[in-house]
Antibody, heavy 121, light 107 residues
Framework: EVQLLESGGGLVQPGGSLTVACTAS????????MSWVRQAPGTGLEWVSA????????FYADSLKGRFTISRDNSKNTLYLQMHSLRAEDTAVYYC??????????????WGQGTLVTVSS | EIVLTQIPDTLSLSAGERATLSCRAS??????LAWYQQKPGQAPRLLIYDATKRATGIPARFSGSGSGTDFTLTISSLEPEDFAVYYC?????????FGQGTKLEIK
């Protein structure tokens, strides 16, 4: 059974930084691209970032303007999202999502339960 | 960036009725469109991918159709557990995007 367990969410002040992580199990992590998708409270879904299976290619939503960095450690079956210069509008549940392909294809098969990031003073 | 518009925002129906949800893309996404169901406090669940293919374990009452810019999710006979929010998502452009969602509520 595929399991994606996010961690690292919490309260951070505006302008601060935070790194969230996702530990994967139940599939061969190193052969799947991964994405982060977020959902602000009471709103819809927004794709944030993707990384291919080998970690050599990354993709970001235009709205992030270089503030976020996606990475992965295939030896630890773990996906990361480093977030800098956080703003109130970054407050959201961040979901870790498995892509069906080696390269990012946007075909999202399994989702974690999410970790809540709250940006507030 | 491709914008997806879902119609309607809210759909009020009774159990046993047929539900038809629409998703329109601002430009062609070929057949690279998926549908997700989300219940309160839960992660989204993949229902349909590549416009017409049911994901593993999804009941046959869910079906998808369309290509290019116009897509439809049909639930043939609503069960109580189907009342939720539904999102479409495109992967025709690498900047993946979602529709704003359609809330399917009990009438």
């Amino acid at each position: 059974e595929v399991q994606l367990l996010e961690s690292g969410g919490g309260l951070v002040q505006p302008g601060g930084s935070l790194t969230v992580a996702c530990t994967a199990s139940g599939f061969t992590f190193s052969t799947h691209a991964m994405s982060w998708v977020r959902q602000a409270p009471g709103t819809g879904l927004e794709w944030v970032s993707a990384i291919n299976a080998g970690g050599s290619r990354t993709f970001y939503a235009d709205s992030l303007k270089g503030r976020f960095t996606i990475s992965r450690d295939n030896s630890k079956n773990t996906l990361y999202l480093q977030m800098h210069s956080l703003r109130a509008e970054d407050t959201a549940v961040y979901y870790c999502v498995e892509d069906v392909g080696y390269d990012s294809s946007g075909s999202f098969d399994h989702w974690g339960q999410g970790t809540l990031v709250t940006v507030s003073s | 960036e491709i914008v997806l518009t879902q119609i309607p925002d809210t759909l009020s129906l009774s159990a046993g009725e047929r539900a038809t949800l629409s998703c329109r893309a601002s430009q062609s996404v070929s057949n690279y469109l998926a549908w997700y169901q989300q219940k309160p406090g839960q992660a989204p669940r993949l229902l349909i991918y590549d416009a017409t293919k049911r994901a593993t374990g999804i009941p046959a009452r869910f079906s998808g159709s369309g290509s290019g810019t116009d897509f439809t999710l049909t639930i043939s006979s609503l069960e109580p557990e189907d009342f939720a929010v539904y999102y479409c998502q495109q992967r025709g452009d690498w900047r993946y995007s979602f529709g704003q969602g359609t809330k399917l509520e009990i009438k």
